[in-house]
T-cell receptor
Framework: DTAVSQTPKYLVTQMGNDKSIKCEQN?????MYWYKQDSKKFLKIMFS???????INETVPNRFSPKSPDKAHLNLHINSLELGDSAVYFCASTMGRNEQFFGPGTRLTVL | LAKTTQPISMDSYEGQEVNITCSHNNIATNDYITWYQQFPSQGPRFIIQ???TKVTNEVASLFIPADRKSSTLSLPRVSLSDTAVYYC??????????FGSGTKLNVKP
């Protein structure tokens, strides 16, 4: 009965590969997010989806593409992975202006 | 985006009250102030949110002066398990939030 879940928890891959990270929330929230946390622990918002519509998109390379098959899922697809993409990626969800619930994170390592 | 400034780190001892102050000089009229806690290898967790004056819940208190250009998170009687990074966020809604570098609180026995 995990509120926000992500898979995989760890992802190790080679430069140039394409990978996806999945996120699911069972809270009935209407907005989901992807964050990137780098080695210095800065949390940067990448995308948010509200009712299947992308409503913000920070200065993120277009190699990153969010995909939301339904309101409960927001997946993150990354093309042509680079060394600098190594980080922890967090999914989160919220309803309105209420608190965000974060997933456990996916640690991506690009070799 | 109303950016925030927090101390990079703080040390405390078990049983003490800890106050972490956040500066947000450019806060807008519709902005709320929210604090999150993050343990190593976990996602951030909501602690408290407020707009003005004082807010208290079972975990912490949030003090906001009249000009709202700063806020103070107060953790009563901290324990070792309160060792974490604390983030102050300011924004009208989560689409406008900015996570700063956070304050790393180290609670010692």
């Amino acid at each position: 009965d995990t509120a926000v879940s992500q898979t995989p928890k760890y992802l190790v891959t080679q430069m140039g590969n394409d990978k996806s990270i999945k996120c699911e929330q069972n809270l009935g929230h209407d907005t989901m997010y992807w964050y990137k946390q780098d080695s210095k622990k800065f949390l940067k918002i990448m995308f948010s989806y509200n009712n299947k519509e992308l409503i913000i998109n920070e200065t993120v390379p277009n190699r990153f593409s969010p995909k939301s098959p339904d309101k409960a899922h927001l997946n993150l697809h990354i093309n042509s992975l680079e060394l600098g993409d190594s980080a922890v990626y967090f999914c989160a969800s919220t309803m309105g202006r209420n608190e965000q619930f974060f997933g456990p994170g996916t640690r991506l390592t690009v070799l | 985006l109303a950016k925030t400034t927090q101390p990079i780190s703080m040390d405390s001892y078990e049983g003490q009250e800890v106050n972490i102050t956040c500066s947000h000089n450019n806060i807008a009229t519709n902005d709320y102030i929210t604090w999150y806690q993050q343990f190593p290898s976990q996602g951030p967790r909501f602690i408290i949110q407020g707009y003005k004056t004082k807010v208290t819940n079972e975990v912490a208190s949030l003090f906001i002066p009249a000009d709202r250009k700063s806020s103070t998170l107060s953790l009563p009687r901290v324990s070792l398990s309160d060792t974490a990074v604390y983030y102050c966020l300011v924004g009208e809604n989560f689409n406008k939030f900015y996570f700063g570098s956070g304050t790393k609180l180290n609670v010692k026995p």
